[in-house]
């Protein structure tokens, strides 16, 4: 992007924070979901932990370096923690909360994530039109 206007930086750097927010909180929710809440009684924790976290390390490194890609599949990747968490609000009426919460950080990372993306694309496109404007006038 080469145009960086006030309002766009701010409106990318919220919709990044609000992603990264939902990410590190679904991380941290799974994590203690699986060692303190509700442990496995038929499976080692460790490959508990490695089956449901393990894929959310993935897009770390892309999601810390804005790369839009990242961003894009990244949001799909939070649907399945979204109904994984749900699905835990009904099995464990007692523990809903955490159900809840996890449900809520998948939808923040995911709004997060479908932000940023949209926005970069649009303020991408407005550069591209400037750019063939300035090539037509030549």
């Known amino acids: 992007m080469t ?5 766009t930086l701010k409106k990318l750097r919220l919709s990044q924070n ?7 909180s679904l991380l ?3 994590m203690a979901n699986i060692v303190l809440m509700i442990p496995s009684r038929h499976f080692p924790t460790a490959l508990v932990m490695l089956v449901i976290v393990g894929p959310l390390m993935f897009p770390l490194k892309g ?10 599949w990244a949001s799909f990747l939070s649907l ?16 809903w909360i955490a159900g809840l919460a996890e449900a809520l950080a ?6 997060g994530c479908v932000m940023y993306a949209r926005i970069f694309k649009q303020q991408y496109k407005k550069n ?3 750019e063939e404007d300035e090539v037509n006038k030549i």
Do not use: C, R, W
């Open 3 to 7: 145009d960086n206007s006030p309002e």
């Open 18 to 24: 609000v992603a990264l927010i939902g990410y590190f």
């Open 28 to 30: 941290v929710i799974l």
């Open 63 to 72: 999601l810390l370096n804005n790369n839009l890609y990242t961003y894009q």
């Open 80 to 95: 399945p923690y979204f109904a994984h968490g749900i699905t835990e609000m009904s099995a464990y009426p007692e523990l």
């Open 106 to 111: 998948a939808v923040a990372m995911y709004t």
């Open 128 to 130: 591209l039109k400037k």
